[in-house]
T-cell receptor
């Protein structure tokens, strides 16, 4: 029973390129969360998705960032026209339905994005 | 002021010492998580609490809902416990997403 799978582990992009980060949730988990950890800072919420639905995107920057969780396949966090300030570790987490009593919350290993 | 405050920010201990990391929050929560992050590594969920106390091996987590406070204890600490420990809460007003403390960097020397 694989955990939350994120790829790539490390991603280097030049300024202006696009970055695509992938997250496959744990088997049986229908909720996906993306969090960002800037250098020397704490984790911050970005977006919460269920299959084919964005539930809460209040933490997403207004421009250049988008996320999806299609019916088939992994969740994708997409950053267009990357800038140096996007360099960070991006973590994905998954959980079963939030009403499940005592539900688990499992994190992936993260994608370290470096913009050069 | 952050909604989640941790103390201390940094903690250095000798192997075998008993360690306590504290977390205070200022708003109503539905659950509190303790997480562990090794340098350059992923995040591991240690505990999820909504009341009382939980124990797993040498780790103990407690929460006092009335005082809005939680503690993570490590007994008989070991160098492999060196990591960042993060307190995170699920606010009643924001569904199932987490709000994080800044983390406590723990170093255990042999």
């Amino acid at each position: 029973n694989a955990g939350v799978m994120q790829n790539p582990r490390h991603l280097v992009r030049r300024r202006g390129q696009e970055a695509r980060l992938r997250c496959s949730p744990m088997k049986g988990h229908s909720h996906v969360y993306w969090y960002r950890q800037l250098p020397e800072e704490g984790l911050k919420f970005m977006v919460y998705l269920q299959k084919e639905n964005i539930i809460d995107e209040s933490g997403m920057p207004k421009e250049r960032f988008s996320a999806e969780f299609p019916k088939e396949g992994p969740s994708i966090l997409r950053i267009q026209q990357v800038v140096r300030g996007d360099s960070a570790a991006y973590f994905c987490a998954s959980s079963p339905h939030y009403r499940y009593l005592g539900y688990g919350y499992t994190f992936g290993s993260g994608t370290r994005l470096t913009v050069v | 002021k952050n909604e989640v405050e941790q103390s201390p920010q940094n903690l250095t201990a000798q192997e075998g010492e008993f360690i306590t990391i504290n977390c205070s929050y200022s708003v109503g929560i539905s659950a509190l998580h303790w997480l562990q992050q090794h340098p350059g590594g992923g995040i591991v969920s240690l505990f999820m609490l909504s009341s009382g106390k939980k124990k797993h091996g040498r780790l103990i987590a407690t929460i006092n809902i009335q005082e809005k406070h939680s503690s993570l204890h490590i007994t008989a600490s070991h160098p492999r416990d060196s990591a960042v420990y993060i307190c995170a809460v699920r606010l009643r007003t924001s569904g199932s997403r987490l709000t994080f403390g800044e983390g406590t960097q723990l170093t255990v020397n042999p």
